[in-house]
């Protein structure tokens, strides 16, 4: 069985400041996808990034990163330089094949992030 | 525009009434999915399916059905609504292969009174 854990429920920070998001997942399959969701007070989801299982190059997209260690499991998520634009619900979720070619997707409960003005 | 679209966004509706929620992608998916979100439980799956008239439970079908007559809607069924179905709900899309993202839906948020 698959499972996602966000420890953190809810962060609060200064506008500015630095934040990361963590996200450890648990699964036995050795091929993978890993994913961030955003998702705003409107409350749509905007996908932010896809990693697969082989690729374990950290990215950077602005003043987005992303850090994935399968040593640990961890596909951290850290905010440089926090807008008041960034506060959301961030989902980390896991997809792992099932028979069929179906991807089953597993999500976390999400960490509420509040950027202070 | 590729997209998903669900409707209605907003329902109120009575224990016992029976409703379907409608989901339809553009984007000539195989795979669609139903997810609902709740405080602290993030987002769980209903139902899946992996094309036309392939459908399976996900981890909480009790309550709710779907049928997938055509490949673009995937209807979201709940025969006789409980309180406890109250939730935002999600319809997903994806294509196959690698391009393995999921679209999502803009959520129909539903209170069952």
């Known amino acids: 069985a698959q499972k996602v854990t966000q420890a953190q429920t809810e962060i609060s920070v200064v506008e500015k400041e630095d934040v990361t998001l963590d996200c450890v997942y648990e699964t036995r399959d050795t091929t993978y996808y890993l994913f961030w969701y955003k998702q705003p007070p409107s409350g749509e989801l905007v996908f932010l990034i896809r990693r697969n299982s082989f690729d374990e190059q950290n990215e950077i997209s602005g003043r987005y990163s992303w850090n994935f260690q399968k040593s640990t499991s961890s596909f951290n998520f850290t905010i440089t330089a926090s807008q008041v634009v960034d506060s959301a619900v961030y989902f980390c979720?896991?997809?792992?094949?099932?028979?069929?070619?179906?991807?089953?997707?597993?999500f976390g409960t999400g960490t509420k992030l509040q950027v202070i003005p | 525009e590729a997209q998903v679209t669900q409707n209605p966004r907003y329902l109120i509706t009575v224990t016992g009434k029976k409703l379907t929620v409608t989901c339809s992608q553009n984007?000539?998916?195989?795979?669609m999915s139903w997810y609902r979100q709740d405080p602290g439980l993030g987002l769980r799956q209903i139902y899946y399916?992996?094309?036309?008239?392939?459908?399976d439970k996900g981890d909480v079908p009790e309550g709710y059905k779907v049928s997938r007559k055509e490949k673009r809607n995937f209807p979201l069924i709940l025969e006789s609504p409980s309180p406890n179905q109250t939730s935002l709900y999600f319809c997903?899309?994806?294509?196959?292969?690698?391009?393995?993202?999921?679209?999502f839906g803009p959520g129909t948020r539903l209170t069952v009174t």
């Open positions: 979720a896991l997809s792992v094949s099932l028979s069929g070619g179906y991807q089953k997707v597993t």
């Open positions: 997903a899309s994806r294509g196959g292969g690698s391009k393995n993202e999921q679209y």
């Open positions: 399916s992996m094309n036309v008239e392939v459908t």
């Open positions: 984007m000539n998916h195989e795979y």
